[in-house]
């Protein structure tokens, strides 16, 4: 694993020893970021069950403002923690060993507005993926113009649209599909109202 783009292009990258996931690879990642573009750039960015921190850091590479990285595994904290350091960044992140789901609710109370949020939830808990994304479209923590992605098996199919949330892309690399969704906006009248 490296960090694909920016400032830290080329660092290597560590997994967390023993860790039950599997990495993010480098080509899903440089497909992630060629979808999401310059939008990364000044973005506030979200890394849930950030794992490595491999997606976290390589929107920090690429001049996202701020990232936070979530996981709730002690080992993949402290990866984290390390490769962040071993790629210079010292400001503009926030690393919590936290249940996704507590810090979900934490940042909606706080009234943090991302405009991109990254999930990669371990493939071995099928339940997981549409939890999170019901969690998310209760609790809205995504600007209007906001990109939230998930990734899946590419066997599993999630629902393309909740109350707030509709997914408008798919795209399949291995054994994996990344998700895109984002907020399903009011349609409004030519005179302006809804």
């Known amino acids: 694993m490296r960090v694909i783009s920016g400032i830290a292009k080329g660092k290597k990258l560590k997994a967390p020893p023993g860790y039950d996931t599997r990495p ?4 899903i990642k440089e497909a992630l970021f060629n979808v999401i573009g310059s939008d990364i750039r000044n973005a506030k960015f979200l890394d849930l069950f950030a794992g490595s921190g491999s997606v976290g850091i390589e929107a920090l590479s690429r001049g996202a403002d701020l990232v936070i990285l979530v996981d709730s595994g002690r080992e993949a904290v402290r990866t984290i923690h390390h490769n962040l350091k ?7 992140y926030e690393v919590y060993r ?3 789901f507590v810090a979900i609710r934490a940042l909606f109370n706080r009234e943090i ?3 991109l949020i990254y999930i990669d939830p371990p493939f071995t808990n099928e339940k997981l993926f549409e939890q999170v994304l019901t969690t998310l479209d209760k609790q809205v923590i995504i600007n209007p113009d906001g990109i939230i992605i998930i990734r899946a098996p590419r066997r599993k199919s999630l629902p393309p ?3 707030n949330l509709h997914c408008y892309r798919a795209n ?6 990344l998700y895109y969704y984002h907020l399903i906006k009011e349609e409004t009248t030519g005179d ?3």
């Open 98 to 100: 936290q249940d996704v």
């Open 172 to 177: 399949d690399y291995g054994e994996s599909t």
């Open 86 to 92: 071993s790629c210079g960044f010292e400001v503009g």
């Open 113 to 115: 507005k991302f405009d």
């Open 161 to 163: 649209v909740f109350e």
């Open 24 to 27: 993010v690879t480098d080509r």
């Open 192 to 194: 302006g109202t809804i």
